[in-house]
């Protein structure tokens, strides 16, 4: 059972529960006109982090303490490419800190501004990995393909990477809003999470058969779901993005 919870999915399977989180850039946009932003935005996910543990907890999925067994993080902890930033270590610091308290197990999917965390996540005694089955579930970044990941006994995909938005008009007014994209790909489902960095929404999902990533031209978007994350959490279901097009052509 898959779960939207705001821009984190839920997953419950055989009496465990998985939290999947998206590209969370930390340290991206860190100043906007010559002021430190970083660590205020470190303390805007974690405070919208406690609110999609708040709902858990509310919802009966979970207790006080560890309230989930795994956190599955997407990829892209980080945004820098050529080095571990100081600010960036700090923010990792007190992201594990707090997750730590919240989960038996924390995964790390490697996404490509993941260079130079290996020694930090070992010192954390915490593994990296390409991608990582759980059940009938993959996990991975989204940025490469890999044969292991068609495996029959896996049937559903969860990536980030793409950082999925779209637009939506009213009159001349337009308002880019982040969201989910659900569909199919060689008998497996798939599920792209939107990014967990508020620096900006995203890319347009319209404009998706511009971008080089090998899931971008390989799935047919145009047939997928879009759920859109709204306000206090809740996800709209704004049904198959070809129609949604053809509401703004």
Do not use: T
């Not at 205020?40 to 543990?53: A, D, G, H, R, T």
């Amino acid at each position: 059972m898959i779960k939207y919870i705001g821009k984190c999915l839920l997953i419950e399977k055989e009496k465990e529960k998985v939290i999947v989180i998206g590209d969370v850039h930390l340290g991206a946009g860190r100043e906007i006109e010559g002021i430190n932003i970083g660590g205020e935005m470190e303390k805007e996910m974690i405070e919208e982090l406690e609110l999609v543990f708040d709902r858990i907890i509310s919802d009966g999925a979970g207790g006080k303490g560890e309230i989930v067994d795994k956190i599955v993080l997407l990829g892209d902890l980080k945004n820098e490419f050529s080095h571990l930033m100081k600010e960036e270590k700090y923010g990792l610091v007190n992201l594990f800190d707090y997750l730590e308290e919240k989960c038996k197990e924390i995964i790390i999917i490697r996404g490509n501004h993941d260079n130079y965390l290996l020694q930090f996540l070992e010192k954390r005694g915490i593994k990296i990995y390409d991608y990582y089955f759980w059940n009938e579930y993959c996990f991975l970044h989204g940025d490469k393909d890999y044969k292991e990941i068609y495996d029959k006994e896996i049937r559903v995909w969860i990536m980030g990477h793409l950082h999925p938005a779209i637009s939506l008009r009213e009159g001349v007014k337009a308002e880019k809003y982040k969201c989910f994209l659900k569909g199919k790909f060689k008998g497996k489902e798939i599920v792209i999470l939107p990014s967990f960095a508020d620096i900006n929404e995203g890319i347009d999902v319209s404009f998706f058969e511009q971008n080089e990533s090998w899931l971008a031209w390989r799935f047919d978007l145009k047939k997928f779901e879009v759920k859109i994350v709204g306000e206090k959490n809740e996800v709209l279901d704004f049904g198959v993005l070809s129609k949604i097009k053809k509401l703004y052509d």
